[in-house]
């Protein structure tokens, strides 16, 4: 307007030239403003517009939105409904109807490939007996006519006979075809004779760190712990393309329950590879932080290459295991088991093979995590990590499950900053007979996540799928409520190492990214991250308990793209 004055405007001669420069600045003015304008308008396009929903962003404030803008996989803005749609145009727009999103489902421990592999092989979760273990083998031989015949899932605690079984039933069934089964913990197994007789397994094998059960002097088919690999090396690795179709299927599985990252603890090098290439093809959208499985070729492979890193894949660091497990009487403990008093289970391998990864370990500046199980493992292993870690330190070292810890040696994650990695479902699996393994006073040590949050100040939490279900709301519900699926027992178990909603969630999502050095990246749903999220139907921070496990995935999200 001021331009349009001036030109009409009698002005004397000698301001003519003050006419000339305003009338050059407002064209420059005018020009500039457009420029801003277009370009604005450029930055204000946006792939996905996220409205009108209950956003937990679980921030540093846990603080809470309605809508959240996303570009080029990352969150660009999370604000005000109104405010976001004024501001930007989307090429999608998501109308939340006020549903709930939070930030991805992050596992902290599974066997990613493990469990899409026991997908392909008979299920033996929830049998009542070991009859109908075999049963179902006999079922799944209907449809799978050669080779191996593999199983995953018996669990003889759940029975009414608690002993391990003996494999005279299988002998009987399956004379001529080799048979494999797996325990539900992974740390033990039963196997027909055909399988023993060709992996050369006898009466007379001794392996350390493991065991092959005699009944009357004679196998049962029974293997704990590190005896399972003397069989394990005489079945067919899978090849490529089935362990290609285990990991996609897998994948599957996990974005319907809405994870969005899984940590894989125990990862072969092989796999690490498969992975890597099945991400670049875009065929495996998951996000995977691998923890290689330690043996010295795999140390060397990671050494000589060097940490990965990816879009998707991240590799850092390696799996150990201390001992075995609880069930199985593998865990290794300082005191006699109460209900076989002349055993303490075992170390997988001897304290110096330990201290010896973790020096190593060290000086390569990478990540070391470690199944402890017992009180005695969970001793052995933290003393060597406060060794290498020497106090204060951000190297992230983790105990994975931590579940039966002395009293006296939970100031070790407090003053080396060791991660406590949990599983809130193994206590829920294992309350019916933990009891009867460790007694009265050792349980009140066992699965103390609260007392392990408290050491550390925050702490990882996971499911260790296949052994325990993927759902990520079980493990929820078991860290708030500490109580299985049904509802038991009534008030809880060991109520004093309850988490609070908030801890859980935390522990599900940035938590378990910080476990991996990811916390900057994603975990939570902030401006700059990874634009990984999931729409629920229920709110899962304010919902009834008993409305917690009937809650809905209704879509998950990676970078900005639906996956589910």
């Known amino acids: 307007m001021l331009f349009y004055v001036l030109n009409y ?87 939340a109807e006020g549903k709930y999103i939070y930030p991805g489902f992050i596992d902290a421990h599974t066997h990613f490939l493990r469990y899409g592999l026991t997908l392909q092989q008979a299920d033996l979760v929830g049998t009542q007996s070991w009859e109908e273990v075999v049963q179902r083998v006999e079922d799944f031989a209907q449809n799978h006519t050669e080779g ?29 075809r080799p048979v494999m089964l797996g325990r539900i913990d992974g740390h033990a197994l039963i196997a027909n004779q055909k399988a023993l007789d060709m992996a050369g397994i006898t009466s007379d094998t001794k392996i350390e760190g493991g065991s092959v059960v005699l009944k009357n002097g004679k196998t049962t088919g029974v293997l704990i712990d590190n005896a399972m690999k003397i069989l394990r090396s005489a079945v067919p690795e899978p090849d490529a ?35 890597d290439s099945l991400q670049k093809s875009g065929k495996l959208k998951m996000n995977i932080y691998a923890l290689i499985r330690e043996s010295s070729e795999s140390v060397r492979w990671l050494f000589e290459r060097g940490k990965i890193k990816t879009e998707r894949l991240e590799v850092r660091g390696f799996k150990a ?11 290794c403990l300082l005191m006699p088991y109460s209900d076989q008093p002349d055993w303490n289970g075992f170390l997988l391998n001897s304290p110096e093979h330990f201290d010896s990864l973790a020096k190593a370990v060290r ?32 190297l992230r070292w983790r105990i994975e499950h931590a579940q039966i810890v002395n009293e006296n040696d939970f100031h070790y994650f407090k003053e080396n900053q ?66 299985d699926a049904s509802g038991f027992p009534q008030g809880g178990f060991q109520m004093e190492n309850a988490l609070s909603r908030e801890e859980a969630l935390r522990g599900m999502t940035i938590w378990a990214a910080k476990s991996a050095f990811q916390e900057k990246e994603k975990g939570s749903l902030e401006a700059g991250k990874s634009a990984d999220f999931i729409l629920l139907d ?9 409305e917690i496990l009937t809650t809905k995935v209704l879509k998950t999200y990676i970078n900005g793209e639906r996956v589910y």
């Open 9 to 95: 405007l009698n002005l004397p001669n000698h301001i003519l030239n003050y006419k000339i420069l305003i009338m050059k600045f407002l064209k420059y003015t005018f020009l500039l403003a457009l420029y801003l304008a277009l370009h604005s308008c450029k930055n204000s396009q946006v792939d996905l517009l996220v409205t009108n929903a209950k956003i937990y962003t679980v921030n540093q404030d846990f603080s809470v939105a309605e809508a959240m803008a996303i570009k080029d996989g990352k969150i660009l803005e999370i604000g005000n409904s109104q405010a976001l749609q004024k501001k930007y145009k989307a090429k999608e727009t998501l109308h």
């Open 538 to 546: 229920k709110d899962i921070m304010e919902a009834p308990e008993k």
């Open 363 to 394: 000086q390569h500046d990478m990540q070391l995590a470690t199944h402890a199980i017992g009180d005695s493992a969970n001793r052995t292993i933290l003393k060597i990590y406060a060794k290498y870690l020497k106090g204060e330190n951000d």
């Open 148 to 176: 191996w015949l593999v199983g995953m899932g018996w669990n003889q605690n759940a029975w009414e006979n608690k002993d391990f079984p003996d494999n005279q039933l299988l002998n009987e069934k399956f004379p001529d």
């Open 241 to 275: 393309e089935l362990a290609s179709k285990a990991l996609l299927e897998a994948q599957k599985k996990c974005f319907a329950v809405g994870l969005t990252s899984v940590h894989d603890a125990g990862s072969e090098p092989r796999d690490v590879e498969l992975m």
């Open 321 to 331: 295991l201390s001992d075995g497990a609880l069930g199985s009487r593998g865990a």
């Open 418 to 483: 060791i991660v406590p990695s949990v599983q809130p479902t193994h206590a829920t699996s294992d309350m019916y007979w933990a009891i009867d393994r460790v007694g009265k006073e050792r349980l009140k040590n066992a699965y103390a996540n609260k007392k392990l949050l408290n050491e550390n100040s925050w702490i990882s939490l996971g499911t260790d799928f296949p052994i325990e279900d993927i759902s990520p709301l079980k493990t929820f519900y078991a860290a708030v409520f500490r109580q």
